[in-house]
């Protein structure tokens, strides 16, 4: 266990945590490297590069926009999304950016941000991830002060050149194989880990990441600063407040009408359903399907506008766990804040799996990295939040075996899915693709919880098939817009 369920759920902006957050991240740090090498005042021109998926759908998922604001300073999680379009406008009309220190270069997007759409970043001996950036600062006679390549993973994940390759080199090594776990009580590599730690323990899985989580906390690991309050109060505090923003969203995105930004001119749909199931069509014993389309297109529509989102584990993909979330809430008896605990708990130590055995990257597997993945977290995450330890039958045991095979359940049948989407925005398919999955999800937490006698397929042999299956996917279908839905569906 390398990741934090405080790295897997970020808050941040839309559209899309690899195109969007990630290059805001990575612009943000290449200026601070620029700042804390005493480079600003030297600096007169600063020059980013884009390859790959970035460069393909960069201008849809709002990877220049990004740039921009990263270079200016901002973060995901700090900006207010309603003054973005300030912020822009006043940049390119002055065509300068203020750099730390309240330094100002030129800034010429036409010169300085490069869509290299027919590359990916050359490197020669290691295979590279689709979402490869690389930034550059000048000196006012030319001369390269400094230089800085990025990918973005997947998430909100960035990691520089030097970092990849060395967790390459790591990896070749097996020196890697206990990294990251330093100080946590029940470090886990894979599912079959997770399971057995927990059974060696008699704890469930949300038991066994709460006592993780809280020690990560004691070690400063989640962050930057201090904590004010005990572990795990700090813990159950933080899991609620992206509960929160979440709830946020989802409210956001049903009270909002009209139609999104782009070129397909897609009209919001969220609020329109919750109006009809108020008025009467709640009277379906279908409903409950109906209102986790609506809460799951509610926040992928915001996060279609930019709006304020978290990652789960992506943004494309952030409209399936809180969806099944108000869905415990909303139709399940006895649900509860301690079940939605359970349930983020969960769903992260799923979420983990996959980023760190697999990928979570729409340009590096497919959406089955994205939806996919966030329909196997959900899945299992509901599994935990129903199955209160000490409110019901089941062992520990028995209530983490149906978590894992609910897991596997939610993958398996997400499979092969590419990632397509139409004029490289992330609408069509995606907002829709969200509640299907969300309705997958508790779909396969019933199956797993009516079938106690075990399953042939597990949850780490899904994990490792996914991996292969987007590795084998033809690099169009791969976030690209060269392919799929994309090429056969013309815009309007």
Known sequence: MKHSLFELFKIGIGPSSSHTMGPMRAALRFVNELASTELVSQTASIQVDLYGSLALTGHGHG??????????????????PAGIEARLSAIRAA???????????????TKHLVFHRDQMYPVVDIPSHPNGMRFSAFGGDGVLLLEQIFFSIGGGFIVSEAERVAAQASQASQASADNGTTGVPYPFHNAEELLQRAAANNI??????????????????????????PAEEEVRRRILHIWQVMRECTQRGIASEGILPGSLKVRRRASRLAARLRAGASKDPLSPLDWITVYAMAVNEENAAGGRVVTAPTNGAAGVVPAVAHYYLEFVDGANE??????????????????ENASISGAEVGCQGEVGVACSMAAGGLVSAINAPQETSLTAEEINSRIEHAAEIG??????????????????????????????????????????????????????????????????????????????????
């Open 63 to 80: 990877t220049d926009r990004a740039i921009l604001l990263g270079l200016a300073g901002q973060t995901p999680e700090g900006i207010d």
């Open 95 to 109: 065509g300068r950016l203020e750099l730390p220190g309240h330094h100002a270069v030129a800034f010429d997007e």
């Open 204 to 229: 469930t899985v949300s038991q066994l990441m709460l006592a993780n989580e809280c020690a990560l906390v004691e070690i400063g690991r989640c962050g930057d600063r201090g904590y004010p309050f």
């Open 338 to 355: 301690e079940g939605i605990l359970r349930y983020f708990l969960t769903a992260a130590a799923i979420g983990i799996l996959y980023k």
């Open 411 to 492: 993958m398996e049948h997400h499979l092969g899915m590419t990632c397509d989407p139409i004029g490289g925005l992330v609408q069509v398919p995606c907002i829709e693709r969200n509640a299907v999955g969300a309705v997958k999800a508790v779909n396969a937490c019933r199956m797993a919880m009516n079938e106690p006698d075990g399953h042939k397929v597990s949850l780490d042999q899904v994990i490792n098939t996914m991996y292969q299956t987007g590795l084998d996917m033809q690099a169009r279908y791969k976030e690209t817009s060269l392919a799929g839905l994309a090429l056969n569906v013309i815009e309007c």
